[in-house]
Structure formats: structure tokens, C-alpha cells
């Protein structure tokens, strides 16, 4: 069982239209709702390649029940404390003018007794879970130490802490030394608190963190790939995805972090971690939807995909 926490999920609400004008009547042409959030995305990304998943966090209101219940009808065992308020729609407007508009809601404001139920319930599942995927921006009323604090109880129970999030978040989670992190550039500059120019100075700064205690870190670079450092290895390894037409790079991060819980269950090394990795990613870059692969299209890709060692 991979278990996935967001505690901030959202509906990503994608709307089209000609043009968006202030003070005006809009029309929108299409709206679809997806599910989101990174912890759904990658419980998502499990479920097409039909692991056991289980997702906890808050949802709130309808759009929370929306979410649960779209991850319910996927497979994924849901055990979400539901607050007051409404989960957030993320709305997207998609001009054909060129422009995008994002509209952005707060959402719900947790209390502490419903951090505390989170907390129990976490507590709960984490005997029956191998990895815990622990992603995302949280909502108002959670600290920026929680993930610290998610991670040293994984970790005190001899499971596998994944993390994704950024800013204080991570920063103060990867003081814990979880299992593993993947962050981006920006990420990864916050992390180290400078600007890092090409490849070497990403390569000294991941080799840092697992020299610090981390695990193993990918580092994603959108379309320039992604760079895999160990723990105990003595290269860094470097692959890039193939050219290919980006249609939605949304959520191809959380795909990267599907990904290496896969090669974790399935014992992959560091090599095919890193080529699968790519390869879903870039899947998941060259299909529509958020969140989405294509097993035989990964598969096609993987074949192409050249790993580099940085010694
Ligand atoms: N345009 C692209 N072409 C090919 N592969 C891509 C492209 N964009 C992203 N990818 C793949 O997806 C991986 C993750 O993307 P990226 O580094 O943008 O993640 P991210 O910034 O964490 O995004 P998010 O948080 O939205 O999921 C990349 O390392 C790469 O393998
Ligand atoms: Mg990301």
C-alpha cells in the first residue's frame, strides 16, 4: 500500500472561451473538473498502473466530496477528515486570445481537534503503508513544520517518507532526512539559498542533500530531464526526455514521484528508476489531461531514453 497525504486538494476547474473581459457577462465554451492536488495526482498515476493506494487529508463541502468520490470510483481506498468550509476550486480560464486567467480560493481554514483526527488517522494507516507520499501546499491553519513532523513519525516507524512541497515546507521536512525529495529548480534554490546556473551546481547541491542524510533526490527540470542523486552511490545520474509536444505539463512532477514509488515496490535500480521516471513524466507531459499516462506510450519512450553518469 502507498499511502498519499493532501491536505490541500483542490478541483481544477479548466474553463474555455474567446476572451475574458472585466465587468463583463462571460460565456465559457467547455468546463471540465479534474480532481487535484499533488497527493490525488499521484494516487491517480498509481491507480492506471493498478497499485494499492490509499489518500488521506481535509476536503470540505461539495468539491471536497467531488474529490473523494472521483477517487473512490478510481480505486483509491479515501480516509479524508472532512472541515467545514469548501475543498478550493482552482479555476483556470483558457482565452482564445492566448491569455490565461487563474482565479485562486483560500479554502477551508483547518481547526486544531481536525488536525489532531488527521494526525490519529495518519498514525492509523501508517502500518499497512510501505511508502507515504507526502505533497503539496497546505491549507490555512496547518504550520509549515507538518511535513518536518509526518516525516520524523514515518521515519520512527521504519517506513519510507516521499516529499514534495516547497518552500519552509521543505525546508524544514528535509532537515528530517526524509527518504526521498523531488524538487524542481526554484525547489531546489530555495532549499540552498542561492541561484544554481547549469548542471554541475544542480549536481553539487543534490549531492549535498543526500550527503546530509537524504535519501535519494530528483531533481526535476522540466523538459530538460531529471537528475537522480543516492544516497551511498558515487555518480549522479542525469536523463533527459525526448523532444516530444507538451500538451499539459500540470502535475508532471507528481508523475516523477508516481514513478520512483513504483521502482521502489517493483526493486528497480538507479538506472531504471531514473529512465522510468523520465519516461512516465514525458508521458504525462505529451497527453492532455493532468495526472495521465499511457503505459504502452512510456514504454516506447523508456526504449529511447539515455542515461548519463556525472562522476
Ligand atoms: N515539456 C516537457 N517535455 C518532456 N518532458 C517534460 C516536459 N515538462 C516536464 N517533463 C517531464 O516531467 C518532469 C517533471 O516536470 P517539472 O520539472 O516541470 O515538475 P514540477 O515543476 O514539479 O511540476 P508540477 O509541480 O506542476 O508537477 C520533468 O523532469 C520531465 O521529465
Ligand atoms: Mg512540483
Redesign the pocket.
Known amino acids: 500500500m502507498i499511502t498519499t497525504v493532501t491536505l490541500n486538494p483542490a478541483i481544477d476547474k479548466v474553463c474555455a472561451t474567446q476572451g475574458l473581459r472585466l465587468g463583463n457577462v462571460n460565456r465559457m465554451e467547455s468546463v471540465t473538473n479534474i480532481a487535484g492536488g499533488?497527493g490525488v495526482n499521484v494516487a491517480k498515476i498509481l491507480r492506471q498502473y493498478g497499485y494499492e493506494v490509499a489518500a488521506l487529508g481535509f476536503i470540505a463541502g461539495y468539491s471536497g466530496a467531488f474529490v473523494a468520490d472521483y477517487l473512490r470510483t478510481i480505486g483509491v481506498a479515501t480516509d479524508f477528515i472532512a472541515v467545514s468550509g469548501e475543498t478550493r476550486v482552482s479555476t483556470n480560464i483558457i482565452g482564445a486570445d492566448g491569455y490565461t486567467t487563474e482565479i485562486l480560493e483560500p479554502g477551508p481554514k483547518i481547526e486544531e481537534e481536525e488536525l489532531a483526527a488527521f494526525l490519529a488517522g495518519f498514525a492509523e494507516w501508517l502500518p499497512k503503508s510501505e511508502l507515504v507520499v507526502l505533497s503539496g501546499s497546505v491549507p490555512q491553519g496547518v504550520g509549515a513544520h507538518i511535513y518536518a513532523e509526518l516525516t520524523d513519525t514515518v521515519n520512527a516507524s521504519g517506513k519510507k517518507a516521499i516529499v514534495?512541497t516547497s518552500d519552509e515546507l521543505l525546508v524544514n521536512a528535509a532537515g528530517k532526512k526524509p527518504y526521498m525529495i523531488?524538487p524542481?529548480l526554484a525547489e531546489l534554490e530555495y532549499m540552498v539559498g542561492r541561484r544554481l546556473k547549469g548542471l554541475d551546481a544542480a549536481v553539487e547541491a543534490i549531492r549535498g542533500l543526500v550527503d546530509s542524510g537524504i535519501g535519494h533526490v530528483l531533481l526535476?527540470?522540466?523538459?530538460?530531464?531529471?537528475l537522480y542523486a543516492k544516497e551511498g552511490a558515487k555518480e549522479v545520474l542525469y536523463a533527459k526526455?525526448p523532444k516530444?509536444k507538451?500538451l499539459n505539463?500540470?502535475?508532471?512532477?507528481?508523475?516523477?514521484v508516481a514513478s520512483f514509488c513504483i521502482s521502489q515496490l517493483e526493486g528497480h535500480d538507479m538506472e531504471e528508476t531514473l529512465r522510468r521516471?523520465?519516461a512516465i513524466?514525458?508521458t504525462?507531459?505529451?497527453l492532455p489531461g493532468i495526472a495521465e499516462s499511457d503505459k504502452e506510450k512510456a514504454e516506447e519512450l523508456y526504449k529511447d531514453i539515455e542515461v548519463r553518469a556525472i562522476t
Open positions: 499533488k514534495d523531488k524542481n526535476s527540470l522540466g523538459e530538460k530531464g531529471v526526455p516530444l507538451a505539463t500540470i502535475g508532471c512532477g507528481d508523475s516523477v521516471a523520465v513524466s514525458a504525462a507531459a505529451s
